[in-house]
């Protein structure tokens, strides 16, 4: 099983989907995926038409139990979603109390590593959408996933913004044994645009080593999908935007392949 999180302390930069999309194109090449929902907001619970406002279970039944968590109950949250590969589990409104929480030292900051353990054999990728926050819930997020793809928008002030995150990230490297690789993943991207043009060309002149190989387009037909509750790639896989995810999830399989190797010589 592998894990990939999708964080930025900022809203509206195309996290969940991300989340969606690459679920999507991972289930398409057969392989077995859960979502994990970790924001309050719930868009990506409501995106597969669960209601974060009425749900009576989800990932904050988790968190109910200081840190432990009962070998059981993962698998008894998973969520059936319009894809027969994708399985979800949900986020709840009442998450909202943790999101601001800090992580003490009573071992909340790995619940969610421990949960997805016993449900090792059961998927090939699991993708966490995660907060805009840094609490509980986002220290969770990047605790227990391998690789982490920051979305950012091609626009200056958004940009910005960005470096909080990064220097979120150089904290929570220093706790990690092993390094968390990220990928910074320009979105909304319009070539039309040179407020476009020159925030992609100051993204790649930070951060050469970190930017995705994948940029994401503007592209309309997410709309279509998260009305219709389906994947991108079930509506067209031909899609621009569709396109440049698929794009971005070979790069991420890549490097996999290329640790793996490594690892094993
Ligand atoms: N590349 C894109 N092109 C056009 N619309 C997009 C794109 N990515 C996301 N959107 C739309 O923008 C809104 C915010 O995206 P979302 O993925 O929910 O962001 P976040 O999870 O970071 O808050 C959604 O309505 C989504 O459909
Ligand atoms: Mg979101």
Redesign the pocket.
């Known amino acids: 099983m592998h894990i990939w999180a999708v964080a ?1 302390q900022k ?8 989340v969606v999309s690459l679920a999507g194109l991972l289930a398409d090449q057969g392989f077995d995926v859960l979502m994990l929902d970790l924001d309050p907001h719930g ?1 990506l619970t409501s995106y597969f038409r669960y209601d974060p406002d009425t749900l009576e279970h989800s990932g904050y039944d988790l968190f109910l139990h200081n840190g432990q968590v009962d070998a059981e109950l993962p698998a008894r949250l998973l969520l059936n979603t319009s894809h027969d590969r994708i399985n979800l589990i949900p986020a709840s409104t009442a998450m909202a109390t943790l999101e601001r929480r800090a992580v003490g030292s009573d071992g909340m900051g790995l619940v969610v590593s421990k949960a997805l353990a016993y449900l090792w054999d059961r998927f090939d990728y699991v993708l966490i959408d995660s907060p805009p926050v840094l609490g509980v819930l986002m220290v969770n997020a990047l605790a227990a996933c391998e690789r982490l793809i920051v ?1 950012v928008q091609t626009e200056f002030l958004a940009i910005k913004g960005l470096e909080r995150m990064v220097r979120t990230l150089a904290m929570i490297n220093k706790a990690r044994t092993k390094k968390l690789n990220y990928y910074i993943l320009p ?2 991207f319009d070539r039309r645009t040179q407020a476009s043009l020159q925030s992609l060309r100051l993204l790649k002149r930070t951060y050469p080593n970190e930017i995705a190989q994948a940029v ?5 037909k ?2 279509n999908a ?1 009305t219709q509750g389906v994947v991108p790639s079930a509506i067209d896989p031909s899609t621009h ?1 569709v396109r440049a995810y698929g794009m971005l999830m070979r790069s991420l399989l890549a490097a996999e392949k290329r640790e793996q190797e490594q690892s094993g010589k």
């Open positions: 930025n809203g509206g930069v195309g996290k969940t989907t991300t868009s979305p979105t909304f994401i387009p503007v592209d309309t997410f709309r998260s935007g």
